[in-house]
């Protein structure tokens, strides 16, 4: 019974389905770390907008790499070559190496002026993403044909953390993340919008609604990508 209430306030409040197990996660941690009763603090959470940082954490998957479909990457070189200002969103961009990834291929093509926006329900990984330092174990799928870039634009350097790969300045000027909903997120205009694999954390009908919303913050000609592999029919939004 709990389970599916957590379920229908998740989803009310975030919009993202969750499965019976990460709704039990929730029940356990609200019944060991929770001062109140679960009832009181489910009761508490459907009368108010928001959910806790904590349930946001819990309820996604961060799984990210750098230069991650690897073929999209080659495809921004084509498609924005001889550009000058460029204007990108990741949005569901976890620990930050997507948004990386594409600064390091925009500073390879001498574009002179381009920003990249990333933004995250989750804030454990929004504050990742802003320090740009990722364990050297994180770096291990970088595809091949991509890691010379990371040893051109970071460098290995070992602190209190083990060694760490950090992200250079010059490409970390660029990016700017701030935690945010894909649902209810301030809308602006890109010339590019990032939405990789998240998507399939929503129902039909809200993807609809995020397809409606991302094509909105298109600048005329701009371009959306979808993580390769998913399923979407573009035409119902
Ligand atoms: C599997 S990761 C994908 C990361 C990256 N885009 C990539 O393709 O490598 C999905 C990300 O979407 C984020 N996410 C899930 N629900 C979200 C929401 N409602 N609004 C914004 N971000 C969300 C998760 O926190 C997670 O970091």
Known sequence: MSNQAI???????????????????????????????????????????????????????????????????????????????????????????????????????????????????DPNVVAKARQGRYPLHQLERTPEQFKSLLTKYGETKTGIDGACYWVNKKIMDKVEFNQANILTFFLRRYDLVFVRNILIYFCEEDKARILKRLKLSLKPDGSLVFGSGELLDVNAA
């Open 7 to 121: 379920k229908k306030i998740v989803l009310s409040k975030l919009g993202n389905a969750i499965s019976d197990e990460k709704a039990e996660r929730i029940i356990t941690k609200i019944q060991i770390h929770e001062a109140s009763e679960l009832s009181i603090v489910l009761k508490t959470w459907e009368n108010q907008f928001d959910l806790p940082d904590w349930v946001k954490s819990e309820v996604t998957i961060n799984e990210t790499f750098f230069f991650r479909h690897p073929e999209q990457y080659s495809d921004l070189k084509k498609k924005w070559v001889g550009k000058d200002d460029i204007s990108v969103l990741c949005v569901g961009v976890s620990s930050g190496e997507e948004a990386y990834s594409i600064a390091m291929i925009f500073e390879e093509m001498a574009i002179k002026n381009y920003k990249i926006n990333g933004i995250d329900l």
